[in-house]
């Protein structure tokens, strides 16, 4: 086998994207090493992709690989936390996975969030009015786009708000690059923890909550307490910075192409095409959730080893030329041989979609509606960017919100 490719997280988000088109060119599967030594198998082609979404040798639950050096090998590598800790539906598979999801299923479910719309509509207007028409620059994301999910997270689960927006604070840390091990990150995890366990004791008086869905769940016995714990911390992670990544570089990319795109986010139909083509051109995530090979699996004529690391790349596959034309361009409503990737494929399809989507496409449409003559304060391309495998953020977006 040759060496494996090293991957770094560079600041600017051109020089990754462009990495990503390399190792896509090199072959349908790639061994990659990343800036912390982790060695692991990456996925970068549409139909290997979706095939090992779905493939059941393709595990979430570390603790089925008996091997001393499977998966990761007793070790801790930076944005591993949703693996390694707790016990919830991102890191389980089988009948596990589906009793831990199918607790909260209904309150994400389309019909429960289309019910929350007018309230998440609500969050962005006020939101929004805080900066409106200001003359001076104002930064989108601790202005708007991490607040939107934070609040509308905070709602859906059934915490208040201040105890939702200290959670968060905590959960953004986590999801840096730094030693799991070293002792700021551990007092994040540790702090975090025991904000749930006090602010989750007892069940909300709202049906519609997660937490309801929960304390229920629990007094039947179909879950434990760490359970109710690590599904809402699994939750505050995966929701929040996914979406905030999603509102801020869909308001950058439609604020730069003026009325091209801009103006679609005036039209319900047009928005909502418009936001499905965004986060298949760019994935919040850029890297599927962890899995690791149960066993020896061949993928593209590549044989990933049992107990490999296994991503797969879907800032890649969703650009694949072989699947879709001109995949580098954002074409609202294109017509497409496949769906996108971007929340996966399979029983682990993300179970917070609808809400995801509802919320950006809610988000940008207050911003178009709100600030119409927005534009941003530097060059897109000369934004700084944090991150590598899934919170690939941009340290701060500087807009003139101008005047309506």
């Given at each position: 086998?040759?060496?494996?490719?090293?991957?770094?997280?560079?600041?600017?988000?051109?020089?990754?994207?462009?990495?990503?088109?390399?190792l896509r060119e090199r072959g349908p599967v790639v061994c990659v090493e990343l800036p912390d030594g982790l060695r692991t198998w990456v996925i970068t082609r549409y139909a290997e992709g979706r095939r090992a979404l779905r493939d059941p040798?393709?595990?979430?639950?570390?603790?089925?690989?008996?091997?001393?050096?499977?998966?990761?090998?007793?070790?801790?590598?930076?944005?591993?936390?949703?693996?390694?800790?707790g016990r919830?539906?991102?890191?389980?598979?089988?009948?596990?996975?589906?009793?831990?999801r199918g607790v909260v299923a209904a309150q994400l479910s389309a019909q429960a969030v289309a019910a929350r719309e007018p309230e998440i509509r609500r969050i962005t207007e006020?939101?929004?009015?805080?900066?409106?028409?200001?003359?001076?620059?104002?930064?989108?994301?601790?202005?708007?786009?991490?607040?939107?999910?934070?609040?509308?997270?905070?709602?859906?689960?059934?915490?208040?708000?201040e105890v939702m927006l200290e959670a968060a604070v905590l959960s953004r840390q986590l999801g840096q690059r730094d030693d799991p091990l070293s002792p700021p990150m551990r007092r994040a995890y540790n702090d975090l923890v025991d904000l749930m366990r006090v602010h989750t004791r007892?069940?909300?008086?709202?049906?519609?909550?997660?937490?309801?869905?929960?304390?229920?769940?629990?007094?039947?016995?179909?879950?434990?307490?760490?359970?109710?714990?690590s599904t809402v911390l699994m939750l505050?992670?995966?929701?929040?910075?996914?979406?905030?990544?999603?509102i801020a570089h869909g308001a950058a990319t439609t604020a730069q192409a003026a009325n091209t795109l801009w103006s679609l986010l005036g039209d319900d139909e047009q928005a909502g095409a418009l936001v499905d083509e965004l986060l298949r051109h760019h994935p919040p995530f850029a890297f599927s959730p962890w899995r690791f090979a149960r066993e020896a699996v061949e993928v593209g004529g590549v044989v990933i080893p049992a107990g490999a690391v296994v991503f797969v790349l879907l800032a890649a596959v969703n650009r694949d030329p072989g699947v879709i034309e001109d995949p580098d361009q954002v074409r609202p409503g294109r017509a497409s041989r496949s769906g996108s990737l971007t929340?996966?494929?399979?029983?682990?399809?993300?179970?917070?979609?609808?809400?995801?989507?509802?919320?950006?496409?809610?988000?940008?449409?207050?911003?178009?509606?709100?600030?119409?003559?927005?534009?941003?304060?530097?060059?897109?391309?000369e934004t700084e960017w944090q991150g590598l495998l899934f919170d690939r953020t941009p340290v701060a977006l500087p807009v003139y919100p101008g005047v309506a």
């Open positions: 086998m040759s060496a494996p490719v090293r991957l770094d997280d560079p600041a600017g988000q051109d020089a990754l994207e462009a990495a990503y088109r390399r040798r393709f595990i979430k639950d570390l603790r089925e690989l008996t091997g001393p050096g499977h998966g990761l090998g007793g070790n801790r590598y930076a944005e591993d936390v949703y693996v390694v800790e919830h539906m991102l890191n389980s598979d089988g009948d596990e996975h589906v009793r831990l006020d939101l929004v009015d805080r900066f409106a028409g200001s003359a001076e620059p104002v930064d989108l994301m601790s202005a708007y786009a991490r607040p939107v999910p934070e609040i509308v997270m905070g709602r859906i689960l059934g915490l208040p708000d007892t069940a909300p008086d709202d049906e519609r909550t997660v937490l309801a869905a929960l304390h229920a769940a629990l007094a039947q016995g179909r879950i434990t307490r760490r359970e109710l714990v505050i992670g995966a929701g929040i910075s996914s979406t905030a990544i999603a929340f996966g494929h399979g029983p682990h399809y993300c179970i917070g979609a609808h809400l995801a989507r509802t919320e950006i496409t809610t988000a940008l449409a207050t911003l178009h509606r709100r600030c119409p003559r927005l534009r941003l304060a530097v060059p897109y391309g």
